[in-house]
């Protein structure tokens, strides 16, 4: 059986960016992410697998990432997520430019409580803006790499969206 597949959008929080922006530190998307258009930055990821059961709990992954990126060339590129539905979690693979890489860190929490469309019938859900939450150590990175103490952890660094679907033959 095919699992259904889609795209997601996260954007950044306007107080997260106007901290970030202030310090000279720059947003981009990874291939095969793309940017998405408007006043804030965000990434779109595309090529996503992902399951939700009956009863609405299940993951999605995407190829691609977005990289954190300040003036003086230190950056952080969180790529491939991978989440949990409904309540969970956001993990990354991990790059930064003081040599950390390929650990997976945990960056967001969020609860779908609110957000989450199933349709167990046709295979397909969809996630409307939904608060990421920082973790800690998403938190600490972000200070530790960038020496920007822009979140904390529990405050919401982007909204994310989500729709999922089998593709019709």
Same mark, same amino acid.
């Given at each position: 059986?095919?699992?259904?597949t889609g795209t997601a959008s996260m954007?950044l929080d306007p107080h997260v960016w106007?901290?970030?922006?202030?310090?000279?530190?720059?947003?981009?998307?990874?291939?095969?992410?793309?940017?998405?258009?408007?006043?804030?930055?965000?990434?779109?990821?595309?090529?996503?697998?992902? %399951? @939700?059961? *009956?009863?609405?709990?299940?993951? /999605?992954?995407?190829?691609?990432?977005?990289?954190?990126?300040? &003036?003086?060339?230190?950056?952080?590129?969180?790529?491939?997520?991978?989440?949990?539905?409904?309540?969970?979690?956001?993990?990354?693979?991990?790059?930064?430019?003081?040599?950390?890489?390929?650990?997976?860190?945990?960056?967001?929490?969020?609860?779908?409580?609110?957000?989450? %469309? @199933?349709? *167990?019938?046709?295979?397909?859900? /969809?996630i409307h803006d939904t608060q990421l939450?920082?973790?800690? &150590?998403?938190?600490?990175?972000?200070?530790?790499?960038?020496?920007?103490?822009?979140?904390?952890?529990?405050?919401?660094?982007?909204?994310?969206?989500?729709?999922?679907?089998?593709?019709?033959?």
């Amino acid at each position: 059986m095919r699992k259904p597949t889609g795209t997601a959008s996260m954007r950044l929080d306007p107080h997260v960016w106007g901290v970030l922006e202030d310090r000279g530190v720059s947003v981009s998307p990874i291939a095969p992410a793309a940017p998405l258009n408007g006043p804030l930055p965000g990434v779109k990821f595309s090529m996503g697998s992902g %399951e @939700v059961n *009956p009863t609405g709990n299940g993951e /999605a992954s995407f190829p691609g990432g977005i990289r954190l990126e300040n &003036d003086e060339g230190a950056f952080i590129e969180l790529t491939h997520p991978r989440g949990t539905i409904p309540h969970g979690r956001v993990d990354f693979a991990v790059k930064t430019s003081n040599g950390n890489s390929a650990q997976r860190v945990q960056a967001f929490e969020y609860s779908l409580v609110n957000t989450l %469309e @199933v349709a *167990p019938l046709e295979l397909s859900f /969809a996630i409307h803006d939904t608060q990421l939450k920082a973790t800690q &150590d998403f938190a600490d990175l972000i200070a530790d790499v960038l020496d920007v103490a822009a979140v904390d952890a529990g405050d919401v660094f982007a909204i994310a969206s989500a729709e999922f679907g089998l593709k019709k033959a």
